[in-house]
DNA sequence: CGGTACTTTGAGAATCGTCAAAGATAGTGG
DNA sequence: CCACTATCTTTGACGATTCTCAAAGTACCG
């Protein structure tokens, strides 16, 4: 019984929790996530199937070849998706925030890996009973659909950053891209703070593995733009936006006027 | 009444016809595409507000900022979906191949632009009566979520290649890709094929806005890889795969032995 | 305080882009 | 049928950007 739930690969750090119903009504988020769309009831089913779970910054949550176990809902944290190649080359495919639904459905593997940036809590659950829900429910189905459209939407933006952008542009974009997912993300949970100060949830290296640069590029952008005066950086992480256009115009996505 | 039929952007070439109960019958994407999970009922219903539409080569389909106001499934041919930076640099995002469908559902726009790269025919649904379509038809919504989740799987396939390969390895990784998704559409039409000859649709200009190279490069690395023998070329178009190990290996995606 | 991991900076090399020109192909009209 | 043109492709020379390798600097943690 036991067994047949927790069935997240236990390769990796076994400690899972259960869920009881007050979590659900306090999860932050409750509102937008997957089970937004979910009336009381489902959800008190879905949640019976749901275990809560930690991992620390740096944990491996989903690889890329082990059969998938279990799908999985940020409740807080960061994640990264990632693809190696057999020579190693890695590259980032995206970032996963709160409350983004991880796992591919309908196939019975990822086809790349999910570790935690940052200290991260999820909510899991087993695969074959999700799927059961997944069909008996199609609004839970359209919930998904929708997060899936976004995903897509994301995917499609950073191909043409990756395709098409110059290595200073690239570090732009991202900067303009964190500020304010960071902002939005940080007054959503009432959290104080505003869209020009942030602190980078990146390495040097998880940032070179995202935009398809190597590290030190991308710590030669940093210098240029800090010498340019349109960024300020404390401690190598805390990034303050001093010229918010120049920094859009240097992203490319401005018109010159 | 006609007005909201036809609801295309008049701007591109404005014909469309009806289609008949025939017609859907003998659609080659019937079994496999949006409609292979519809009952003959709804099949006839959606069938009175679909409009058949050709596009000649290089048409403009659907632009990345005018409201959208039609849906599309592709007949036959082959389309692009692009962006363009505000200074012209063109990444493309992807192709779309029969039966693929084509629209951002639960937007009012796309953010990229399709294209026809072959003369094209598609299925047209006018947006808000194909929106009601989606939500009392949960079938309907789960094949596109299907395939929405299979796009962004390439998409994201696409991101490595467009952020950590060579240009060598980009060119390799296209051709076999393009080798195996002919083969596949061919065969699946009937026509006879085989798995290393096939012509490539795409211009040397095409096939840098895809993987995100010039087309000086891509060129020399056409005259590289005939140079070693792993491909032959004539009139430009028609390829031939010598070895296709040797092709997979410089693709990158396979561990050296 | 010392060790570890991360970051910055520099020098030189490799890859890819830019500019320019010539070669190939397809379509047009005489 | 053959020039003629427009478009696409190839090739070369050169330059810019990015990568590689190496070393020094900085922050973090016990």
Redesign the pocket.
């Known amino acids: 019984m036991h067994n047949k739930i927790d069935c997240q690969d236990e390769r990796f750090s076994p400690k899972t929790n259960h869920i009881d119903s007050s979590e659900c009504q306090l999860c932050e988020v409750r509102a937008c996530g997957m089970c937004s769309e979910l009336d009381t009831a489902t959800l008190n089913d879905l949640r019976k199937i749901t275990r809560s779970r930690d991992y620390k910054a740096g944990e491996l949550i989903f690889s890329d070849d082990a059969p998938l176990q279990s799908y999985a809902a940020i409740k807080s944290g960061i994640v990264k998706l990632s693809k190696i190649l057999p020579d190693g080359r890695q590259q980032t495919l995206g970032l996963g925030f709160p409350p983004d639904f991880i796992g591919r459905t309908y196939k019975d593997k990822n086809t790349y890996f999910v570790s935690a940036i940052t200290n991260v809590t999820v909510c899991t659950f087993p695969r074959d009973l999700f799927n059961e829900y997944l069909k008996a429910t199609p609004s839970l189905e359209h919930r998904l659909f929708e997060l899936t459209l976004n995903e897509l939407d994301a995917a499609r933006d950073w191909m043409l950053m990756l395709g098409r952008?110059?290595?200073?542009?690239?570090v732009a974009t991202l900067l303009l891209s964190f500020a304010d997912r960071l902002y939005k993300s940080n007054s959503l949970q009432g959290i104080p703070c505003d869209e020009t100060h942030f602190e980078l949830p990146?390495?040097?290296?998880?940032i070179?593995d995202f935009l398809?640069?190597?590290?030190?590029?991308?710590?030669?952008?940093?210098?240029l733009l800090k010498k340019k005066g349109l960024i300020g950086?404390?401690?190598?992480?805390f990034i303050e936006i001093l010229d918010k256009e120049g920094l859009s115009l240097l992203a490319g996505q401005l018109k010159e006027t």
Request: net charge positive.
């Open positions: 952008m110059s290595a200073i542009e690239k990146l390495t040097r290296s998880e070179s398809g640069l190597t590290i030190e590029t991308v710590s030669r952008q940093f210098s950086i404390t401690q190598q992480r």
